[in-house]
């Protein structure tokens, strides 16, 4: 079983910046996409970043520029650097994680508990 953990989440006046991390833990094989996903109030599930094994990155097109999403595949980790926040960052921010376990035959999604980002003055 893989598990995610979070943290780095908190209120921040707009202009400010956070960083989320990310670690998975359990008996992992291989990652392939790492990121970070985020859903506001009302609104869907949106892809804010990822990161692929060799470092191939997507980035939400309003968040380009201010964020930047990292890893570290020795360590099983994802970084997300948020910098220049806006109110209209405010959201739940989700990891997720492309895993392919040591016992699975394929890789398997996993998502973490979520962090709440709340930009505010």
């Known amino acids: 079983q893989v598990h995610l953990a979070e943290s780095g989440g908190g209120l921040v006046q707009p202009g400010g910046s956070l960083r989320l991390s990310c670690a998975a833990s359990?008996?992992?094989?291989?990652?392939?996409?790492m990121g970070w996903y985020r859903q506001a109030p009302g609104k869907e599930r949106e892809l804010v970043a990822s990161?692929?094994?060799?470092?191939?990155?997507k980035y939400l097109d309003r968040v380009k520029s201010r964020f930047t999403v990292f890893r570290d595949n020795a360590k099983n980790t994802v970084d997300l650097q948020m910098d220049s926040l806006k109110p209209e960052d405010t959201a739940v921010y989700y990891c997720?994680?492309?895993?392919?376990?040591?016992?699975?035959?394929?890789?398997?999604?996993?998502w973490g508990q979520g962090t709440q980002v709340t930009v505010s003055s």
């Open positions: 990161i692929y094994e060799r470092g191939t990155t």
């Open positions: 997720h994680m492309e895993v392919w376990g040591k016992s699975d035959a394929d890789f398997i999604d996993y």
């Open positions: 359990g008996s992992i094989f291989s990652i392939n996409n």
